[in-house]
């Protein structure tokens, strides 16, 4: 999926201990161009204030409740987000236009 904006809306430390936060918005870029094998790499640990570059959880969803088509999936070993059809459990194809979505997704690290 071409990423046309990646924003970290959001970024902290969540308590005692040092385990951070992070809080992106990601927004694939206009046109039918999603890749299956694993879409594009969104950026890295450090991108998103990881310290030690360790992810422990991601969690992903479209921003828009209502636009439950595809879910996300973000890979936190090389930062890549894939998306999958609802219906059928199978990643979405190539060339997929996924551009009218918009995923947010929390990842805790350290």
């Known amino acids: 999926m071409a990423?046309?904006?990646v924003t970290v809306l959001k970024?902290?430390?969540l308590g005692p201990g040092g385990v951070r936060f992070a809080l992106v918005e990601v927004?694939?870029?206009a046109g039918a161009n999603y890749v299956t094998g694993g879409g594009e790499a969104i950026g890295s640990a450090a991108t998103f204030g990881f310290k030690r570059g360790?992810?422990?959880?991601a969690f992903t969803q479209p921003?828009?409740?209502a636009d439950?088509?595809?879910v996300y999936?973000?890979?936190q070993s090389n930062f890549k987000l894939s998306a999958y059809v609802v219906t059928t459990g199978v990643e979405a194809g190539?060339?997929?236009d996924l551009s009218a979505k918009r995923v947010r997704i929390f990842i805790i690290g350290s």
């Open 11 to 13: 970024k902290g430390v």
């Open 63 to 65: 921003k828009v409740a």
């Open 54 to 57: 360790i992810v422990h959880a």
């Open 68 to 70: 439950r088509s595809h």
């Open 94 to 96: 190539n060339n997929v």
């Open 27 to 29: 927004q694939p870029t």
């Open 73 to 75: 999936e973000l890979d």
């Open 3 to 5: 990423m046309g904006t």
